[in-house]
Structure formats: structure tokens, C-alpha cells
């Protein structure tokens, strides 16, 4: 077990203990946020055939005279989705509608706000344009391939895959992950309430954060401070789940059963990361499942699961650092403010992070305390400051801004 790493050393960790994911065959309709199982080949040209990039007339460029008027023949019209357009010779010219195909002959489009028609003639009085002409491949060619294995379906991957004659499209399985808070003090929300009790939160928001990085969230019952009670939860998340996340635990505490039941029945990989708040993570395996045991502090466990946890879904959806899913990026932001960082340890405060005319601002709007859940919804970022470094006022620093 290592203990006491760098923010560096846990991800690398993390990484190597990903999960092997089956993939399966969806629909374009179901695909959005998937990651492709597989890399996907064009099995058309884009363009499919030479096509008008306008509304206008298919010409031969030579007949047209730069800035001078003249008179061609009308053989025809071409229309998206018709017929074989007549071709055209020397002086002829065929109506044109955009996304057409090219008559054979033609070589130019000319705008139909520069002619005028004159019964069978058409007057031209503006230029003949080559590059208004799409030409079959241009964008795609046939057999390419075009969306990489670990590529992240949004929008317009959906229209690509469709455009490249795709309706179905092999994708990873989502992981299912546990999800378990432990603690005698909490309860569910909506529940009567003692004095010494808390409504249990952080279930909540880490399984919404599961299913924005493309896994499925259960979640368990919360936990009292009961070592057989948790192992029984941890079993039977171990028996169906793919990855296993707890809420608090982790600490140095008397009551702290998650790392306790790690010690004496797990296996750890980490434990702690030089990270503030977030410093007591542990990270390993329970029945040959991976497990995040995340802090209880509710800042603190969003923190680790954007830092530490999201990679891990990553590596497993066979995507680079810089892919999505993510959860946010690292960007570079002028304080406003300043803001005290953390003796050994990387320092994440909270941050607001905003557009100005000379490039992002930050500022600090709440208490920065890792139970104050609600400067995660006041700010939109953290600072990434390093170990034993501050940041004054105009500094530009490191930043990571939440999606």
C-alpha cells in the first residue's frame, strides 16, 4: 500500500486497475454520450457525387467572360434527388438547385441573383465560381476511417455515423457502479429528524456524476458504523456492480470502518493523496472489485470523484485524458482574489470562473470549509494551486472549470 501521493501517482493507479468493458449494438437514437467500442468506417463518399454548393446555373467557366453579359441556351433543370441532369456543350447552361448533382460538362456554378431569364436564354451577369462545386469525397471518402475507437458521441458524431451510412453502432457497456455512504448520523432526505442526525447528501450527487461519466449508479442503503453491516453491503455490490464507491470512513477516526475493513479485508492500492480538501481517499480492491473510498466531507468526496474517479472511467472507455467523458477542463484564469494554498499539498479552492475582454477571471464568493457543499453550486471551478504556493491579486494560475 502506498500512502501519502501525489494527485499524479493516484491517477496512474487508478488507470491500471481499469475495467475490461463489453461493448454492444445501439441505435443512432440511443447513442448520445456513448463511447464507440470500435473505430467506424465510411462506407460512402461524402459527397456521394459532384454536387451544387448553391441555388444557380451549372456552366462551363470558359463560355463566361469575366464582368461582361452573355446569353446561354437552357437545356434543363437539376434538382436534389431527380433525375440524371441533361450535359451540357459550349454555350449551354442548366438550372441548378443546391446539393444537386454536377450535368456532365459543367465545371462552374453561377448565383441566381447574377442572371436573368429571358424565355429558352439565360442572361449572365456575374462570375462562374469552380469552387461552388462540392466534389464526391471531399469531405469522406469510402472505406475511410473516421471515428476512432474511445470517441465520445455527441451531436454531431450522430449526424457523421448517419452520414457515413450508419444506423447502428458498436459501443461500450456502461459501467454499474455501487454506490455506498456510511455514518450513523445520516438519514435519508425527507426523514424526521434528531439534533445529532444529518440528511445523507453525498449518494446523491456522486451518482449523478456516475451517470454524467457514462456508468450506472446504484445506490445502497446508507451504512451505520457497523463492520458487518458493511461488508454485507460491500459483498453485494462486489457480486453485480463493475466498480464500487463509498462515502465517508476513510479517515483516521475510531469510527472509520471503510478503511478499517480495508486493512483487516481488503487490498489497497492508495491510501490518502497530497490534495486539499480531498487528502484521505483510499483506493484498491474488495473481492476483486475496484473500490473509491471517497471522504465524507461532501466537498471533499465531489472533489476526489472529479480528480481521481473520472479517470478511471476513462481509462475503461479506452479514451485519452483529454476526451470526454469529463467532468470539467484545466484552464488558465486571473485572480481576482487571493487565495491561500495548502503546505505539501495540491490546493483546489473553490473558484468563480468568468469571460472578460483580457481572457477568464476567478474570484472567491464562500467559505471555502469541505462540508460547505454549497460553494460547489456558488462556483463553477477550482484552483490548482501547487504545494506550498499562494496566489495574489492579477496572478494567472492553474485551474480546473467544472462542465
Known amino acids: 500500500m502506498e500512502r501519502g501521493i501525489s494527485l499524479e501517482r493516484a491517477i496512474s493507479l487508478v488507470q491500471k486497475r481499469k ?73 449551354e447552361a442548366c438550372k441548378i438547385m443546391t446539393g444537386a448533382p454536377i450535368p456532365q460538362g459543367a465545371n462552374a456554378i453561377v448565383m441566381v441573383e447574377d442572371t436573368e431569364v429571358h424565355g429558352k436564354e439565360v442572361i449572365i451577369s456575374g462570375f462562374a465560381r469552380e469552387n461552388y462545386i462540392r466534389t464526391k469525397g471531399e469531405n469522406i471518402s469510402e472505406g475511410a ?22 444506423d447502428c453502432i458498436p459501443v461500450f457497456r456502461k459501467p454499474v457502479v455501487g454506490i455506498i455512504s456510511t455514518g450513523d448520523e445520516l438519514i435519508p432526505p425527507g426523514s424526521e429528524i434528531n439534533d445529532w442526525q444529518i440528511y445523507e ?31 454485507e453491503s460491500l459483498n453485494q455490490a462486489a457480486e453485480n456492480c463493475d466498480l464500487i464507491i463509498t462515502s465517508g470512513g476513510v479517515s483516521m477516526g475510531d469510527f472509520d470502518i471503510v478503511r478499517k475493513i480495508m486493512e483487516l479485508e481488503g487490498e489497497i492500492n492508495f491510501w490518502r493523496i497530497k490534495m486539499r480538501p480531498g487528502g484521505p481517499p483510499i483506493f484498491g480492491n474488495w473481492k476483486k472489485t475496484p473500490i473509491f473510498g471517497l471522504p465524507g466531507n461532501p466537498v471533499s468526496s465531489h472533489l476526489v470523484f472529479l480528480m481521481i474517479v473520472c479517470p478511471w472511467f476513462r481509462a475503461s472507455f479506452q479514451a485519452d485524458e483529454n476526451s470526454k467523458p469529463s467532468l470539467g477542463r484545466k484552464v488558465h ?16 479552492r473553490r473558484i468563480k470562473i468568468s469571460n472578460s475582454e483580457k481572457g477568464l477571471i476567478a474570484t472567491t464568493l464562500t467559505h471555502q470549509g469541505s462540508g460547505n457543499i454549497h460553494s460547489m453550486v456558488a462556483h463553477n471551478g477550482v484552483t490548482l494551486l501547487p504545494p506550498n504556493s499562494d496566489a495574489n491579486i492579477g496572478e494567472i494560475i492553474d485551474a480546473f472549470w467544472f462542465d
Do not use: Q
Not at 71 to 78: A, D, K, M, R
Not at 220 to 225: A, F, L, N, S
Open 333 to 348: 484564469v486571473k485572480m481576482l482574489d487571493k487565495v491561500k494554498g495548502a503546505p505539501e499539498k495540491l490546493c483546489l
Open 19 to 91: 475495467k475490461e468493458l463489453s461493448a454492444e449494438t445501439i441505435h443512432l437514437d440511443d447513442s448520445h454520450g456513448r463511447i464507440l467500442a470500435a473505430p467506424l468506417v465510411s462506407k460512402v463518399n461524402d459527397p456521394r457525387f459532384d454536387n451544387s454548393a448553391m441555388d444557380g446555373w451549372a456552366v462551363r467557366k470558359e463560355d463566361i467572360p469575366d464582368g461582361k453579359k452573355i446569353s446561354l441556351s437552357i437545356v434543363g433543370i437539376s434538382k436534389a434527388g431527380g433525375n440524371t441532369p441533361p450535359p451540357i456543350s459550349s454555350g
Open 145 to 166: 476511417l473516421i471515428l476512432s475507437k474511445g470517441h465520445f458521441m455527441d451531436a454531431f458524431s450522430i449526424s457523421l455515423a448517419a452520414t457515413m451510412g450508419h
Open 201 to 231: 447528501s453525498n449518494s446523491f450527487g456522486i451518482a449523478d456524476l456516475v451517470r454524467k461519466m457514462g456508468g450506472i449508479p446504484i445506490r445502497y442503503p446508507t451504512v451505520v458504523d457497523s463492520l458487518d453491516l458493511l461488508r
